[in-house]
């Protein structure tokens, strides 16, 4: 099982870049693919961007692709979300996940707040 913590979210001006961390802690990491979703207020949760195991696949929502970059580094444990040329409806709450086979974890969020 792990632990996801996420951090590096805050308030950010249109066409601006942030950059998400998310810190695993516990057993197997390698083993999960890792994703970053969001959810807007009323709105369902979605899938923005995920990674394999190994980090040699990536997928992007076509909202994101071009602007946004998912990374991990599996000696560190760590996954990384680079947030480029930021837009009002990137506004969110993001949350890191973890998934396999045989399980499912989540991180608590971070907030992302675009201003037009």
């Known amino acids: 099982q792990v632990q996801l913590v996420e951090s590096g979210g805050g308030l950010v001006q249109a066409g601006g870049s942030l950059r998400l961390s998310c810190a695993a802690s516990g057993r197997g990491f390698t083993s999960y693919a890792m994703g970053w979703f969001r959810q807007a207020p009323g709105k369902e949760r979605e899938l923005v961007a995920r990674?394999?195991?190994?980090?040699?696949?990536?997928y992007y929502a076509d909202s994101v692709k071009g602007r946004f970059t998912i990374s991990r580094d599996n000696a560190k444990n760590m996954v990384y979300l680079q947030m480029n040329s930021l837009k009002s409806e990137d506004t969110a709450v993001y949350y890191c996940n973890a998934a396999s086979m045989n399980a499912n974890h989540w991180g608590q969020g971070t907030q992302v707040t675009v201003s037009s």
């Open positions: 990674t394999s195991s190994s980090g040699r696949s990536t």
